[in-house]
């Protein structure tokens, strides 16, 4: 083989995180700390913390042994980049988010350390405290190995261009690590629409809470204050890629005439931010037509292959991958090169 596959956004969970979402979820507290409720989170772990059906999914999601290697093995996976499963430690309280990130992470490490060939990792991360989480993403890359952090989106209905949040940026900034800003289920002002059709999971919730929360990023300036900060976005980049030329257009249009005060003038395009900061992965977009688009609109140095483990765990979608009608080199970026770059493996 030309290549080894390296998937960049499969999730596991320890299984002291299913407990504790198990203890939310019979408090009715979901989002905690006394803000009260999370109908995202109710209504995504409520189903996969008990649901018959996906008994096999949640074994596979709390292993980090024998059984993942196995399925790994069967696809033809070298290595896993692993991160905790949405929506992360974000639902606790600060105090309790910023604990478990630590144990987690710790416990990832280990894991890691038993198969330094087949793993690597991103830290869990607490947005509730943000000098907490600062630091514990320097500890995560510094002592630990890891190799950026993850953010499963919004944090308790909290979106990252706030000014608040800023340290975490500074700390991937300086440690030159990117940020996997990961799906998580539309936050409680967001999402009734969604639940009203089923929509809020993976079909689509994810995908236009995430995107919005990147294109947040980028219209409130972010990366001209961190222009060296990276941004990993999932499923070829929750839809961003598409709308860029309409995005471009209509943001120029709103800055010369003043809609909004919170569309100002950026030093670039959006669309530049979004080739130039962001670098998107397949995880669950296994499909020849957009893969190929992402890749020719961001540059076949800007995507990057993920299966999305164990959520999407279909075997037969590697194919799509390894078929795609590309050069050996581009496929070796796709599969191998451009993740061993971005997450210096
Ligand atoms: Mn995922």
Redesign the pocket.
Known sequence: MAYLRIAT?E?YAPPELFERYRRLLEEGSTGGGGSQNDPGFASLMGFYLSAPALAKLRERMQDLGELRLADMDATGIAKQILSLTSPGVQVFDAATAVGLAREFNDSLAAAIGRHPDRFAGLAAIAPQDPAEAAKELERGVKRLGLKGAIVNSHTRGEYLDDSRFWAIFEAAEALDVPIYL??NTPPARMIEPFLERGLDGAIYGFAVETGLHALRMIVSGVFDRFPKLGVVL?HLGEALPYWMSRIDFMHARMVSNGRYPAIGKLKRKPSEYLKQNFWVTT?GMAWEPPILYAQSVLGVDRVMYAM?YP?QFVPEEVAVTDNLPISDTDKKMLYQSNAERVFKL
């Open positions: 956004e999730a990961h799906p999932g995880s999305d959520y």
